[in-house]
Structure formats: structure tokens, C-alpha cells
């Protein structure tokens, strides 16, 4: 039995939805994308929805509209995916790269308190493995220094603050759809917004800066999703409850594995819906293994594991000049403390009882 980190749930009704597109020849963007942007951004309480082929588009096409350009400067968590902050730099702007908090591992409000500047436009926060991060914090900050609040909420489909559901809670909020993702369109993204200007503006990024037919107003680009993957979306967003529950089940069993086994369980945040698109625990320097030999170990009995991620941003090599000078301590401990364990909706109880036995067995 091998128990994989992640893996993609399609079913027959998927396919069935592909096929039909497929029969309609209407294969790129159409009726069908229409239909997903207004049904994804309804879930998430905002008002618009625009679809695009990735989650990196959602970022770029977002920070355009927010005008983010040269000379500007946008704040971003080291401790993310790359994209968090290349999409700053494909605007011509700068990112800052700020520290997170060492228990959530979610973006530090104080330390983007700090890191403000005078060309700042925007911060982006990440909902990192499916935890929001200090919506509330984050907002007043941005409000006094009248910053536009972007949400990154490529890991956290669902996924709620004071109950309110992630995408509707800053002025810009980005999704991913990688199949890895809490829901899939093949590849593919999503902004959505409660401002009609906004949209307005995304729309137009992600189809060649185009305001009427053959009519080009900015240098735009195509990031349009497909008939197809909006197709995808709408039978996997129906299907996204279901997927989250059971993610939210699967970590509640390994928060007692991972703890029994000396590894150090992920916090979860009091007024939060975590959806656990990744669970990472930490490898205390006190365990009698390293994290290499852990993911070893676990691998021997079975179990697949990864590290999201191994390099802090601002210690990648793409970004030496703009971190000179730049101190993110936690950033770099989390870097080389946290593991990700299989937690997606496809792990049944049977494979609970391995993983938990493979890690008893430390
Ligand atoms: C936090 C975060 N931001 C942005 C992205 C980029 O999304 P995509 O891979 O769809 O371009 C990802 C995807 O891995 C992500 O995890």
C-alpha cells in the first residue's frame, strides 16, 4: 500500500461534461466559462467572477488592474509558492518580502506594518494550506496606508474567516484550479471581486487588452480558461463541500498521529475554516531524525510526504537583489522544519490507520 501526498479526484461526471463540450464545438471561452465564473464567485460571496488559465494569470491580471506597474513596490510573505511574488515582478514592480507568523504560517500583519513604503500599492496575503491569515489585522493596515488588499487564495477554496467565505474579503482575490488544488479545472484560475470596476479591468488584461472587438486599450494577454476546464469546475465545485469535509476529517485523525509521533501538529487559528489543502507538521530539531530521514521513513512504509516549500522566497536565487538586506527568520525555519502529509479527500479511513501506524513507528 502506498498512500500518495496528493492526488486528483475525476469522475464520470466530469468526463461526461468534457464530452459534451466537446460535441458543442464550442471549445474555448464561452457560455460554459460564463457560467462558472458566476457560480464560483456566488460561492464565495463576491459579486464578480473572471476565469483564467491559471492561478499565476488570476495574480498578474489582478495586480494590473490594481495598477500596479515600474516604481511601484507590492508586500508579500517569503514563506508561499513562488508565483505569490513573481506575478509583482512581471507588473515591472518590486516585492518586499515579509516574514510570517511562526505558528500559522501565514503572513505577519506587524511585519508588513514595518515593511510599508512610500511606492507600496498593495499587499498580497496568502491563505497558505488552506488557513486564512489575519484578514481583520491585514485590512485595517492596508485601509490606513491605502494599500488594495489581494488575496492569494490559490490553497484555500472554501476555506472561511469569522465566517465569511475567502475571495469576497480583500478588494482582489485569486484562485488556482491546478489539479492538486481543492478543485480542479486541469490548469486554470479565477479572480474574484466585489468591485465591477476591477473586473472590469481584470476582464480586460486577460483577453489582449481588449475593450471591443479588435479595439486594444492596454497590452493585455490571453489567460482566458477554456468551454472545457470551466466545464470541469462546475461539476468539481459541486463536489468541493464534500472534498473539504473530508479533508478536515483526514487532518483531525493525523493532528493525534503527527502529535503521538513527536512531530508537531499544524495550529489552526480559532475564528477560521481551515480547509487543509496541505497538512504540514513540523520536524522538531529535538527528534531523533532529521526531515530527510523522516520523509525516508515514511516513504519505506509507504506513505508519501513533500515540503512546501524548501526555499523561503526571498532566498531564492531569481531574487537576490531585491532581498538584500531582507530578514525573514521564520520564513527560514519553516523552510526547513515543515512536512506535508496526504490529506486529500481521497485518503479512506484504511489509509488513516497506515499513515498512523507509519508514523508511530518513527
Ligand atoms: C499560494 C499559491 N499562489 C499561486 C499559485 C499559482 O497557481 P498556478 O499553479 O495555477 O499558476 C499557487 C499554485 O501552486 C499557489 O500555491
Known amino acids: 500500500m502506498y498512500v500518495p501526498v496528493a492526488k486528483p479526484f475525476v469522475g464520470e461526471e466530469e468526463i461526461a461534461a468534457v464530452a459534451e463540450v466537446m460535441r458543442s464545438g464550442m471549445l474555448a471561452q464561452g457560455d460554459v ?14 459579486a464578480h467572477g473572471v476565469a483564467v488559465n491559471s492561478g499565476t ?24 509558492f513562488i508565483a505569490t511574488a513573481t506575478c509583482v515582478s512581471m507588473c515591472g514592480a518590486t516585492p518586499i518580502f515579509v516574514d510570517v507568523d511562526e505558528q500559522a504560517f501565514t503572513i ?28 481583520a489585522a491585514l485590512a485595517r493596515i492596508c485601509d490606513e496606508a491605502d494599500l488594495l488588499l489581494v488575496e492569494d487564495a490559490a490553497q484555500a477554496h472554501g476555506a472561511a474567516y469569522r465566517g465569511r467565505r475567502v475571495g469576497s474579503l480583500g478588494d482582489l482575490a485569486c484562485f488556482s484550479f491546478y489539479p492538486t488544488k481543492n478543485m480542479t479545472t486541469g490548469e486554470g484560475g479565477m479572480v474574484t471581486t466585489n468591485d465591477a470596476d476591477l473586473a472590469e479591468k481584470v476582464r480586460l488584461f486577460i483577453n489582449h487588452g481588449q475593450s471591443r472587438k479588435y479595439l486594444h486599450t492596454a497590452i493585455g494577454y490571453n489567460y482566458r480558461l477554456t468551454n472545457i476546464g470551466a466545464a470541469v469546475g462546475l461539476v468539481q465545485l459541486d463536489r468541493l463541500e464534500g472534498f473539504n469535509e473530508r479533508r478536515i476529517l483526514n487532518a483531525a485523525r493525523l493532528y493525534r498521529c503527527a502529535e503521538e509521533s513527536g512531530l508537531i501538529p499544524p495550529y489552526c487559528r480559532g475564528d477560521v475554516r481551515h480547509v487543509y489543502h496541505q497538512y504540514v507538521v513540523r520536524v522538531p530539531d529535538d527528534l ?50 515543515v512536512l506535508s502529509l496526504p490529506v486529500h479527500p481521497q485518503v479512506t479511513d484504511d489509509d488513516l ?5 507509519a508514523l508511530r513507528s518513527l
Open 108 to 135: 505577519d500583519p506587524a511585519a508588513v506594518r514595518e515593511a510599508i513604503r512610500p511606492d507600496t500599492k498593495a499587499v498580497v496575503g496568502v491563505h497558505l494550506y488552506g488557513q486564512p491569515f489575519d484578514v
Open 288 to 337: 531523533t531524525l532529521d526531515r530527510d530521514a523522516v520523509m525516508q521513513h515514511l516513504h519505506d512504509a509507504g506513505v508519501g510526504t513533500a515540503v512546501h516549500y524548501p526555499v523561503p522566497i526571498h532566498c531564492q536565487p531569481v531574487y537576490t537583489a531585491e532581498a538584500k538586506g531582507c530578514r525573514c527568520p521564520v520564513s527560514e525555519r519553516l523552510a526547513a522544519s
Open 33 to 46: 466559462v460564463a457560467e462558472f465564473e458566476s457560480r464560483f464567485a456566488g460561492y464565495c460571496g463576491a
Open 353 to 357: 490507520d497506515h499513515i498512523c501506524s
Open 57 to 80: 494569470a488570476a495574480l498578474h491580471a489582478a495586480l494590473l488592474a490594481a495598477g500596479v506597474g515600474p516604481g511601484d513596490s507590492v508586500i508579500v510573505p517569503s514563506f508561499s
